[in-house]
Nanobody, 119 residues
Framework: VQLQASGGGLVQAGGSLRLSCAAS????????MAWYRQAPGKQRELVAV???????NYAESVKGRVTISRDNAKKTVYLQMNSLKPEGTAVYYC??????????????WGQGTQVTVSS
């Protein structure tokens, strides 16, 4: 069971990016899926989380500019980021609570994708 993230890059302030993260392996169910970020010299922080039913929660710092969504059939979570600010520069990690086909819970992390916002 693993997560594969993609979609990072370099963008100017005010621009947009969409991150994707797909789960793979012998999966029975994917429960909560989330995005975290870690800026240089700082601790990893939660950006947004989405439950299997679609309810969402966001960090105060990104509310109104970021949208988390998921495609359960594709076992994929997305993070649409608009009006990006330089302080959004970080490595973004996806995370999920996954029940495997053997009914064992895994909480893997994606490999991280770099987002750099230039001023």
């Amino acid at each position: 069971v693993q997560l594969q993230a993609s979609g990072g890059g370099l963008v100017q302030a005010g621009g947009s990016l969409r991150l994707s993260c797909a789960a793979s392996g012998s999966i029975f169910r994917v429960n909560n899926m989330a995005w975290y970020r870690q800026a240089p010299g700082k601790q990893r922080e939660l950006v947004a989380v989405i439950a299997s039913g679609g309810s969402t929660n966001y960090a105060e710092s990104v509310k109104g500019r970021v949208t988390i969504s998921r495609d359960n059939a594709k076992k994929t979570v997305y993070l649409q980021m608009n009006s990006l600010k330089p302080e959004g520069t970080a490595v973004y990690y996806c995370n999920a609570r996954i029940i495997s086909s053997e009914m064992r819970e895994y909480v893997p992390w994606g490999q991280g994708t770099q987002v750099t916002v230039s001023s």
